[in-house]
């Protein structure tokens, strides 16, 4: 089955950078969407950004577009996710998540148009 494992979150300082992997397996992803979402304590999961895997298609949410990037590395099976600029409201588990682009395309924004789910990284940003 599906399997998606993150990595790459950390404690860093307002205005740093850091790099987020998604290592995806046990399937072929050629039409898949590969999509970031965020939870912050008390808050509800919300959508980050999201790729097709041909890479030809790209989301963003408005408070990320400009400084976080998302891409993907198809030889690697893995999407990235770039996050620059960095703010405190930034912190939350950031989690990776896949679904078929044909029902991901219903609404990439939506957390119930995925069915497969990684098991979060934290990123922790500090004024």
């Known amino acids: 089955q599906v399997q998606l494992v993150e990595s790459g979150g950390g404690s860093v300082q307002a205005g740093d950078s850091l790099r987020l992997s998604c290592a995806a397996s046990?399937?072929?992803?050629?039409?898949?969407?590969l999509g970031w979402f965020r939870q912050a304590p008390g808050k509800e999961r919300e959508f980050v950004a999201a790729i097709t895997w041909s890479g030809i298609s790209a989301w963003y949410a408005d408070s990320v577009r400009g400084r976080f990037t998302i891409s993907r590395d198809n030889a690697k099976d893995t999407v990235y996710l770039q996050l620059n600029s960095l703010k405190p409201e930034d912190t939350a588990v950031y989690y990776c998540?896949?679904?078929?682009?044909?029902?991901?395309?219903?609404?990439?924004?939506?957390?119930?148009?995925?069915?497969?789910w990684g098991q979060g990284t934290q990123v922790t940003v500090s004024s």
């Open positions: 998540a896949a679904e078929t682009e044909i029902r991901a395309r219903l609404g990439v924004y939506q957390t119930y148009n995925y069915d497969y």
């Open positions: 046990g399937h072929t992803f050629s039409n898949y969407v």
